[in-house]
C-alpha cells in the first residue's frame, strides 16, 4: 500500500538532493521538547529503505526514546492537516512548503492497527533544523487515526 | 569416561527442565504482551518504562482535575452571563423609567420590575455546584455568601482561592469570589434605582444608567476572566492527551514483544521441547531386554 504513495524525488538536481539528505541526517532542535517529554531537546530523523515510509525520531538525549513516524504526505488525512495548520496556526503556504510535516505511529491497544497522531503533527524546518509537535486545537483531527490494520 | 544410563537421564531431564523454563517465558509473554516481565529482565529499561508509566498516571490525575475545574468555571460563567443578562435588562428599564412621560404608577410598576431583577441577581450570587457556594471564597459549605435584607445586600464570605493543579507545578485559581461581584457596585447600583424610581426622582434614575452600565462592563470583565481560564483548561488537557499518546507509543515500544518474534521464538522452542522430550521417552522406556 505505501510503495504505491512513496513519489519519485522533486529535487532540481543531484547537488539539491545531496543537501537536503545531509541535512536529514543532522541534530534537530526541539525547543519545547515532545509533549510528556519536554526536557528531551535534540532528535533525529532516521530514514532507512527497510521501512520506508516510515522513519524514526530518536532522541539524542534519552537513547531509549524513539518513536515511529511517517510524513504526511503519505496519508489521506494530510490536506486536512495542512489546512488546520494555515488556517488556525497561521502557517503561510510558503513557509509549509518549507517544512515537512510527520506524525507519531503507535499500535492500538488489541495489537490490530496502526494509528497516527494527527492532532499534534510534527513540524520539522530542515533549514533552521528545528522542530516542535504541534497541538492543534480541533475535534476533528485525531489522537489515532487510523492507518491500516498491522 | 563411561556414560551411565544415570548420566544420560540426568541430562535430558535437564534440558527438558530448560526447555519448559524456556516455553513458559514465552507463553508468559504471550499471553502478556509484555517482554518486561520484572526489574530482573532489563533493569534499566524497567526503571525507564516505571518512570514514563508513573509520568502518565500523573498526567491523567491532572486530567481529572480539569474536569473536576471545568465543571466549576463553566458554571461560573454560565451564572455570570445570567446576571450581566439581568442588569442589561435593569438598564433598559432605567431608560423607559428617564422618559418624563412616565408617570408615577407606571414608576412604581418599574420598580417593582426592578426589585425582580435584584432578587434574581441575588440568587444567582447565591448558587452552588455540586452542593458549594460558587461565590464564597473558600467558604463554599457553610451560610449563603449573600445576604440581602431588602435594602442593602452584605458579603459574608472571604477572599480565598480555590485551586487545581493541573500540570507538573501549575495550580489554577478556579473561583471568582463575592468580594469581586461586590467590587462591580451591581447592587449599590439597582437598589439606587429601585428607590429613585419609587420616589420618582427622574434626574437620579438618569444619573443611574452611566453606573449600571460601568457594572455591567466589570461583570462582563469578570466573565471574560473565566472564559479565558476555561480555554487554558482545554489546551492543558489537549496537551496532556498528547503527552500520554506519546508515552504510551513510547511504553508500547519498551515493553510490548514484538509478537511475531516471539511466536517464532515460542515453536522454536516448543520443538525443541518435543525433541527432548522423546528423546527421554526412547531412554526412559529401555527395559532389561534391551540389554540383552
Do not use: C
Not at chain 1, 533525529?44 to 538525549?61: C, G, H, M, T, Y
Not at chain 2, 452571563?81 to 439581568?86: E, F, G, P, T, V
Amino acid at each position: 500500500m505505501y510503495n504505491s504513495m512513496i513519489k519519485s524525488s522533486s529535487y532540481k538536481n543531484k547537488d539539491d538532493l545531496a543537501e537536503h539528505q545531509f541535512q536529514q541526517n543532522q541534530p534537530l532542535h526541539f525547543r519545547f521538547g515532545l509533549p510528556g517529554f519536554e526536557s528531551l531537546r535534540e532528535f533525529r530523523v532516521i530514514n532507512k529503505k527497510e521501512i520506508a515510509p516510515f522513519a524514526i525520531l530518536q532522541s539524542l538525549d534519552e537513547p531509549r526514546v524513539s518513536m515511529i513516524i511517517i510524513n504526511i504526505k503519505y496519508l489521506p488525512v494530510q490536506k486536512q492537516i495542512r489546512r488546520v495548520l494555515m488556517d488556525a496556526n497561521r502557517i503561510t503556504p510558503e513557509k509549509l512548503r518549507k517544512i515537512d510535516v510527520y506524525v507519531i505511529l503507535k499500535v492500538s491497544a488489541d495489537k490490530q492497527r496502526l494509528t497516527a497522531n494527527a492532532k499534534a503533527p510534527l513540524l520539522i524546518d530542515w533549514e533552521r533544523l528545528a522542530g516542535q509537535q504541534l497541538v492543534l486545537e480541533r475535534d476533528d483531527l485525531p489522537l489515532e487515526y487510523h492507518l491500516n490494520k498491522v | 569416561m563411561r556414560v551411565t544410563q544415570s548420566m544420560m537421564t540426568r541430562t535430558l531431564i535437564s534440558n527438558l527442565n530448560k526447555g519448559r523454563e524456556s516455553m513458559s517465558t514465552s507463553q508468559s509473554i504471550m499471553s502478556t504482551g509484555k517482554n518486561l516481565q520484572s526489574a530482573s529482565d532489563d533493569p534499566v529499561k524497567y526503571a525507564t518504562t516505571t518512570r514514563y508509566k508513573e509520568t502518565y498516571s500523573q498526567n491523567e490525575q491532572y486530567q481529572k482535575n480539569i474536569l473536576d475545574a471545568k465543571g466549576w468555571v463553566d458554571t461560573t460563567s454560565s451564572i455570570l452571563n445570567d446576571i450581566y443578562s439581568n442588569v442589561l435588562s435593569a438598564k433598559d428599564l432605567a431608560y423607559s423609567a428617564a422618559d418624563s412621560s412616565s408617570s408615577t404608577e407606571e414608576l412604581e410598576t418599574m420598580a417593582d420590575q426592578l426589585e425582580g431583577f435584584i432578587s434574581e441577581i441575588y440568587s444567582l450570587t447565591n448558587s452552588k455546584y455540586l452542593g458549594k457556594y460558587l461565590f464564597s471564597g473558600t467558604r463554599t459549605v457553610e451560610d449563603k455568601p449573600f445576604d440581602y435584607d431588602g435594602s442593602t445586600v452584605d458579603y459574608i464570605g472571604n477572599e480565598g482561592k480555590i485551586t487545581r493543579r493541573i500540570s507538573e507545578g501549575y495550580d489554577a485559581t478556579i473561583n471568582i469570589s463575592g468580594d469581586e461581584i461586590m467590587n462591580t457596585d451591581v447592587f449599590e447600583n439597582l437598589i439606587s434605582l429601585r428607590d429613585a424610581m419609587l420616589a420618582g426622582d427622574r434626574s437620579a434614575i438618569s444619573d443611574s444608567i452611566g453606573a449600571l452600565e460601568q457594572s455591567a462592563q466589570d461583570i462582563l470583565s469578570i466573565q471574560s476572566k473565566t472564559g479565558s481560564l476555561s480555554n487554558l483548561l482545554d489546551m492543558t488537557n489537549n496537551r496532556l492527551e498528547v503527552a500520554n499518546t506519546n508515552l504510551s507509543s513510547l511504553i508500547s515500544e519498551l515493553e510490548d514483544a514484538d509478537l511475531t518474534e516471539v511466536i517464532a521464538q515460542y515453536n522454536s522452542n516448543e520443538l525443541a521441547y518435543q525433541a527432548a522430550l522423546q528423546a527421554t521417552s526412547s531412554v526412559l522406556n529401555l527395559n532389561i531386554l534391551d540389554f540383552l
